[in-house]
């Protein structure tokens, strides 16, 4: 099993920074956090669960959604099984739990292919 845990969310004002961290545990068949594809993704209360971000396992990849293109940044450091999202310019519909991913294929933007999810994490932007 994989174990992801998020932090770094919290209350920002418009136009602000918030940089999300997701740390992972565990192992699967001998397989490594750097093995992984990583996924962020959101969900705002009554709204479906959204692509935000993704970074392939080398992180020579990252694709995102196009409403945080140019504001937010995947990043990951394998050495410390760790991926960040850097969320700047932030605004009121950025509010959401985030949730960051794992998977071993190649897609990047269908939630129902991720294997494992960490808890989440409110951010929650004010005007």
């Known amino acids: 099993q994989v174990q992801l845990v998020e932090s770094g969310g919290g209350l920002v004002q418009a136009g602000g920074s918030l940089r999300l961290s997701c740390a992972a545990s565990?192992?699967?068949?001998?397989?490594?956090?750097?093995?992984?594809?990583m996924g962020w993704f959101r969900q705002a209360p009554g709204k479906e669960r959204d692509f935000v971000a993704a970074?392939?396992?080398?992180?020579?990849?990252?694709y995102y959604a196009d409403s945080v293109k140019g504001r937010f940044t995947i990043s990951r450091d394998n050495a410390k099984n760790t991926v960040y999202l850097q969320m700047n310019s932030l605004k009121p519909e950025d509010t959401a739990v985030y949730y960051c991913?794992?998977?071993?294929?190649?897609?990047?933007?269908?939630?129902?292919?991720?294997?494992?999810w960490g808890q989440g994490t409110q951010v929650t932007v004010f005007s």
């Open positions: 991913a794992a998977e071993l294929g190649v897609q990047v933007r269908d939630s129902r292919l991720y294997d494992y």
């Open positions: 565990g192992r699967t068949s001998g397989r490594t956090f750097s093995s992984y594809l």
């Open positions: 970074i392939r396992s080398s992180g020579a990849g990252t």
